[in-house]
């Protein structure tokens, strides 16, 4: 089956640094890969589309400029989440869509983000 | 805009009842998904919905497509300890280009 992977699984930073999280399809090509943030007991939101070698789309009132997303190949997507405060704490979780295959996302292990 | 709504927000049943999560649309969806969430895991995609009042099954789990497109039941017959999890419904709207847009997920809890 499709795996995507994404690295760190866990990491804690301090107020001010920059954090940069990887996501990768492991067994196939994406296209396209999307970027998820979820709180504790919360639904996923979309943050932003990433589509390999273009900018990515982002959702209404998430700042381009504090998540950087490159999408540089058919197998890797980053996000970068910049001068990371305490409110961007969260679990971030990318999906990959295999390219030229049907609709079925297939969602990375998450990273969990703790800022201090 | 565009929303996706889901009922109830948990649900605790005792193994063996049966159990019933609903999604509904604010418009007519193109597709809809349905994800597994386990504790500290990630969303598993359960299945697909594309056509208007398509109805699957998988084992003990009978997914539905409303009419409309716009609603979609999960149900779970006769629950065991391993459907313990959260259900997200995930819509798809014409247009949308394989962005999902998650309904806020029913949280499963089942005592033995």
């Known amino acids: 089956g499709a795996v995507v992977s994404q690295h760190p699984s866990r990491v804690i930073c301090k107020s001010g640094t920059s954090v940069k999280i990887e996501c990768r399809s492991l067994d196939f090509q994406a296209t396209t890969m999307f970027w998820y943030r979820q709180f504790p007991k919360q639904s996923l939101m979309l943050m932003a589309t990433s589509n390999e070698g273009s900018k990515a789309t982002y959702e209404q009132g998430v700042e381009k400029d504090k998540f950087l997303i490159n999408h540089a190949s058919l197998t890797l997507s980053t996000l970068t989440v910049t001068s990371a405060h305490p409110e961007d704490s969260s679990f971030y979780i990318c999906?990959?869509?295999?390219?030229?295959?049907?609709?079925?996302?297939?969602f990375g292990p998450g990273t969990r983000l703790t800022v201090l | 805009g565009q929303q996706v709504m889901q009922i109830p927000q948990y649900q605790h049943v005792q193994e063996g009842e049966d159990f019933t999560t609903y999604c509904n649309s604010s418009t007519t969806l193109s597709n809809i998904q349905w994800y597994k969430q386990r504790p500290g895991g990630h969303p598993v995609f359960l299945i697909q919905?594309?056509?208007?009042?398509e109805v699957k099954k998988q084992k003990r789990l009978t997914f539905q497509f409303g009419e409309a497109k716009k609603n979609s039941p999960l149900h779970i017959t006769a629950t065991q300890t391993t459907d313990v999890g959260t259900y997200f419904c995930?819509?798809?709207?014409?247009?949308?280009?394989?962005?999902?847009?998650f309904g806020a997920g029913t949280r499963l809890a089942v005592h033995p």
């Open positions: 919905l594309v056509k208007s009042g």
């Open positions: 999906s990959a869509l295999p390219s030229g295959r049907a609709r079925e996302q297939f």
């Open positions: 995930a819509g798809v709207f014409s247009g949308g280009y394989n962005k999902l847009i």
